[in-house]
């Protein structure tokens, strides 16, 4: 299975799917209905009943339990990899029996002193690229484990499972594609991203999330005749930043600190705007920071002219923990499928969202498992086959009875 399961992540690495910010459209690039026909072939080849490819890129298919199972279980990952770093042409290189040592690519070094962690994959076989894209581990390795798993109960099917649906989703890393996720035709009691790093991980907590946009009006005269008249938009915009919490910075904080991230400033003398997200794991707390913005604002209009400065909040994701408390099967599903495998979980909070909060606030419990991968969203990405097979048996666990 090991084999077959590098085959495949080869296979769906060379497969340009990068997400583009900006479109108004869903998948944002067509490119990602490339690996989504792929993938309904080999779900047929599998012998998947209900496969369905939408308009929006969500493929989805079924695997009927071989008992008389009631229970269904979802396992999901995403097609894209990210805008900001090139995912074409991706050349990926297969190191066996990696020595624990510099990693030396066509385009740059993957160093152990900047990436201690190598030090414990030795003897292992991972996966990079030339250096010069991502890998797309982010979210592939996911892929190519869930069809690993489906391949598993195909080819033995003396071992008994629970109803299993997959889906294949598009434009994870830009927040939009699983606005079009049916919950209810997925059908359902919980289900499970696929799409972290570390192989034991199991994620259920992320940050409560919402976007702020600064917008100042300046007065531009003529500087030689500036005084008592001058506003400057862009030096407003400097002095709004400076009222923050210093230590809110992202620079700053780490678990679950939450923080306000300055994400683009742009100004001239009559006009700035600045763009902001915010985080918290503490919904309490995003409010405080939230509050701490409107009052910079209320301030600088209060010393300025009124309406100098205007701030527009908007809620983006929650954090799925305060639905899933409620109801830990899932959890406790997942904890106990690495048990059974000898394997020690590790919980950790999501300093970010997934698709997996979204779809929980849409009715469907959904954390987050690891597939194996490292240094996601950069050249330096890479993934172990080793650490992909554990995780693909973590899921053969889930699924079974």
């Known amino acids: 299975m090991k084999d077959e399961l590098l085959e495949r992540f080869l296979r769906y690495v060379k497969i340009n799917t990068m997400s583009k910010e900006g479109e108004n459209k869903t998948p944002s690039t067509n490119e990602q209905f490339d690996l989504a026909n792929i993938l309904k072939q080999e779900l047929e080849d599998l012998g998947l009943t209900n496969i369905k490819l939408t308009d929006e890129c969500i493929l989805t298919a079924y695997l009927k339990s071989n008992t008389n199972s009631n229970l269904h279980i979802g396992f999901i990952a995403h097609l894209d990899t990210i805008p900001g770093f090139s995912g074409k042409n991706v050349k990926p290189n297969v190191i066996y029996n990696y020595d624990a040592k510099d990693i030396n690519l066509t385009h740059l070094t993957i160093k152990t002193k900047d990436f201690p962690f190598l030090k414990k994959l030795k003897g292992k076989t991972l996966i990079t690229t030339d250096g010069s894209t991502v890998l797309g581990g982010d979210d592939k390795a996911g892929i190519a484990e869930i069809m690993n798993m489906l391949s598993y109960f195909k080819q033995n099917p003396n071992i008994k499972h629970h109803h299993i649906h997959v889906a294949f989703t598009p434009d994870e890393e830009i927040g939009g594609g699983i606005a079009n996720f049916d919950v209810k035709d997925f059908n359902c009691a919980y289900a499970y991203t696929v799409d972290g790093g570390l192989y034991n991980e199991i994620c259920y907590s992320n940050f409560n999330a919402s976007s702020a946009v600064v917008t100042i009006k300046g007065l531009d005269i003529h500087p030689g005749s500036a005084k008592g008249h001058m506003l400057n938009a862009s030096l407003i915009a400097l002095e709004y930043q400076s009222l923050l919490p210093t230590f809110a910075n992202p620079m700053y904080t780490e678990g679950l600190e939450g923080f306000i991230h300055l994400c683009s400033i742009n100004g001239e003398v009559g006009q700035a705007k600045l763009e902001y997200i915010i985080r918290e794991h503490d919904i309490k707390k995003l409010h405080i920071l939230e509050k701490h913005m409107k009052d910079a604002a209320d301030f600088l209009n209060k010393k300025y002219l009124k309406d100098t400065v205007s701030i527009t909040i ?36 999501i300093r970010g969202g997934t698709d997996g909060a979204k779809l929980t606030q849409m009715g469907l419990n959904t954390p987050n498992l690891g597939t194996g991968s490292y240094n996601g969203h950069g050249p330096y990405e890479l993934a172990c086959l080793e650490e992909m097979q554990i995780v693909s048996n973590i899921l053969i666990q889930i699924a079974s009875i």
């Open 314 to 349: 908007t809620p983006s994701y929650l954090n799925m923990y305060e639905i899933i408390k409620k109801d830990k099967r899932s959890i406790t599903r997942a904890l106990n499928a690495m048990k059974k495998l000898n394997i020690t979980p590790l919980i950790l909070p």
